[in-house]
T-cell receptor, first 118, second 112 residues
Framework: DTAVSQTPKYLVTQMGNDKSIKCEQN?????MYWYKQDSKKFLKIMFSYNNKELIINETVPNRFSPKSPDKAHLNLHINSLELGDSAVYFC?????????????????FGQGTRLTVV | KQEVTQIPAALSVPEGENLVLNCSFT??????LQWFRQDPGKGLTSLLLIQSSQREQTSGRLNASLDKSSGRSTLYIAASQPGDSATYLCAVRRSGTYKYIFGTGTRLKVLA
């Protein structure tokens, strides 16, 4: 079973369209993320939700709107797509737990969605 | 502001060599550091996770160390194989946040 799964894996669309990417995790984690990997392969966080609540919202255009219907799902909707939105979008999840006094956590990533805007 | 840098950016070695990948970070207030592998066109696979209270972690031919005070981590790969060819990424989880900050990556090629 795939721990963090994203759909679709590839998405080719025209400028101006609206599209959504879906993410599901079956790890029982409380926190989910969206990351963007640009053409230079640099990964940058976009959003994070903890227990369906938005906790990280980086400097991302308003055209990007995340939605978390429940703890296991985090979707990304993009309006009025632009050429510069072409990238690979990664979903991830993590769970925090204490081992003694130390906070332990590990992130798991999906396979990515390659978005190409033409 | 946390910045994570990886050196070298690219590395090409003959099969069988032992090699070291470096990751440095500017803010030592971290929960942990995680090393990932990314194959072309694929997602990220977690290799090793070092909690802030730990000094090193080992998994098979991989050994990762962490020196928080100097803001450094190294990933040691023993007896490299062509199948190790990939991009290696380190990421730190900042204390007090849910944010993972990624390094710039090291693209490794192991020649048969």
């Amino acid at each position: 079973d795939t721990a963090v799964s994203q759909t679709p894996k590839y998405l080719v669309t025209q400028m101006g369209n609206d599209k959504s990417i879906k993410c599901e995790q079956n790890l029982g984690h409380d926190t989910m993320y969206w990351y963007k990997q640009d053409s230079k392969k640099f990964l940058k966080i976009m959003f994070s939700y903890n227990n369906k609540e938005l906790i990280i919202n980086e400097t991302v255009p308003n055209r990007f709107s995340p939605k978390s219907p429940d703890k296991a799902h985090l979707n990304l909707h993009i309006n009025s797509l632009e050429l510069g939105d072409s990238a690979v979008y990664f979903c991830a999840s993590s769970q925090e737990y204490y081992w003694g006094a130390s906070l332990n956590t590990e992130a798991f990533f999906g396979q990515g969605t390659r978005l190409t805007v033409v | 502001k946390q910045e994570v840098t990886q050196i070298p950016a690219a590395l090409s070695v003959p099969e069988g060599e032992n090699l070291v990948l470096n990751c440095s970070f500017t803010d030592s207030a971290i929960y942990n550091l995680q090393w990932f592998r990314q194959d072309p066109g694929k997602g990220l696979t977690s290799l090793l996770l070092i909690q802030s209270s730990q000094r090193e972690q080992t998994s098979g031919r991989l050994n990762a160390s962490l020196d928080k005070s100097s803001g450094r981590s190294t990933l040691y790969i023993a007896a490299s194989q062509p199948g190790d060819s990939a991009t290696y990424l380190c990421a730190v989880r900042r204390s007090g946040t849910y944010k993972y900050i990624f390094g710039t990556g090291t693209r490794l090629k192991v020649l048969a």
